[in-house]
């Protein structure tokens, strides 16, 4: 075994980098901060369970090349001596991506790694790289906010991105590529030969794992994956936010999943287009069967999945109808396509349970959950009052329903909804809980006006506008873009009760928000930011310092943009004037600056002359566990506008 069980742990919480290394991090953050890396690249789209956001009840694959390919595909470096490169050359990434987020992982081991023991810089020569396609053994280190392992051979200081491995494995890999620009290696997992005091394979629940690329924590007792994810958003913010660690608040405790298995209401299988399906004009179809699943790691063919533990029971009863189906229809596909598996309930008051599921006819078992595919649904007893009727969607126009508490919601079944409903509850509790000031509905600042009103932005079917509405005397305003989302938001507001005062909607793009919300007075104003993965636009993020709402909770399923946002809010107006003023590339004079405060202070000192540039400070930061078994982590940030 190549480290110590106390050495694993302190890898394990690699939140704490060595004083140095810090250092190093922060003259880049510097950087960031002066000129945010506005780098493009096409992401590797790897669909797993737990990230497909595929739409259709069979959508056709419009695009089919980048499924589980590896990233940068570098050129090698067979058997050569080689040594450690000063620094590691920055690869053009899309921004909070897969691999930008590997990247600046890798990098910090790189620098942490080149440190010794007295703080000096080791520049020790390195051996040969072993070949291509060869098998060798290395420790793994380090968790990737990714959830790849990263890994070294002995006596090398060259790292191995492996999956599927956690600090303190050693593990058999085959050498896939060597990156060269990049200066590290991806490998694939054959076996473990020393396992880690953090994995317990009894633990696995999946029959695919280490093939299938979702799910790669799943060795982990479940208190070590929250600890884990709670390191991912340190890691964020320390990456990414480009913020000095003091005006970071202490990260809080991931809150887990009531479920850890079984928990996805939504599935994309998929399967791949016959063979010369994209030759054009192809009109030959399958076949067999084709394997329909997901794609595993280091291909880009669909593997079968019969079953997805993640998935819900509906869900995955839906994935066996689903096969079945196909197993008599593939003959109609000349293409590849998605498969929408989306769960839907009903509940329904004891009381008016007339007689047991086994007893329905056919048509009574179907109005009970619509457009389910099941032929007869799940039945769940809730309480002594209530039961509920579970089923699967497969058309993406069809309604699905969700329970949230008392709350219902409605949704055209391929259009968003959070996908883990268990969670959903102490969720939108915790929102409520911070959505207002801790002072009971007082911003910070004496003379503070109680807030009134909530500005949902990004609100999708309303969840927030919806199950926060009663705090808000002055009514909740819910915006996206999806306008189907928006049709369904309204009515949703009504089915709760609610009226247009309390509760309405707009369909638009995000920053023509800034359009409407004039009649507002931004001190009563909270805003909800919830933007897809990509995080917010800078139209949006400078309009939001110039509307001011007195208090921003974002919230997201990617913490690496969110810490970008956060840090955009924290500098503030100061900031924003300075990118616009010397456009996004960044300016030269910015680059001088290394500190960022340095920046803000200058800047601050400009601005003032006509009015007090806005900015934000941060309350609280925690994650909470939407996607157990993933290396994913969903986070809620809560900001004050600086008035003082
Ligand atoms: C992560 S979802 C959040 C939805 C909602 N808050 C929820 O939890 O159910 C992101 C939402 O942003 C919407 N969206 C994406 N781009 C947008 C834009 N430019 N302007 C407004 N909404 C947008 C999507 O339609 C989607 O509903």
Redesign the pocket.
Known sequence: MGLTPTRVLASFSSSQPLRFASTLLLRSQSRIFTKPPFWTMASVAVTTPAQGDGASQIAPQSTQAHTGKRPFPGGGQKGRPHKMKKKAKKTKVGEGSHEEVLMMDIQNLMAAHKISEDGAETTKEQPPLPEQGSEIEVDVVEISSTGDGLAKQKGSDRIYVVPFTVPGDTVRVKVYRHLEQEGYTVADFIEVTSPSPLRDDSRIKCKYFAKCSGCQFQMLDYSDQLRLKRDIVVKAYRNFSGLPSEVVPEILETIGSPLKYGYRTKLTPHFDGPPGARRRGNTKAWETMPPVGFTPKGSNKVMDIEECPIGTEAVNQGLKLERERLAKEHGKYTKGATILLRESTKRVPNAQIQKPLSDLTAEEAAALVPAGILPKPLAVEMSSSMTEYKSCITNHNATSTEYIDNFIFTNPAG????NNNSILSPFTDYIRQHILPPSGGLANAPGAKPIRTLI?????????TITQSALFPGGSIG????EK?IDYARKNALLNGLNEKQCSFIA????ELFKSVKKYDPDETVV?L????KGC?NS?LTQLLDFAPTRVVY???NVHTQARDVGFLVRGQAEAELSASTGSTGGKKNEQADDPFDVLLQNDVKTRKHKRPVRYEIESIRGFDFFPQTGHVEGVAVLNRVDS
Do not use: H, T
Request: with cysteine; net charge negative; hydrophobic share 45%.
């Open positions: 259009f968003f909804f959070q949902d932005a990004y609100s999708g079917s309303g969840l927030f915006i996206d873009i999806a989302s638009a793009d995000a920053p909800v919830d933007p897809p993965r636009d949006f919230v997201s399923c």
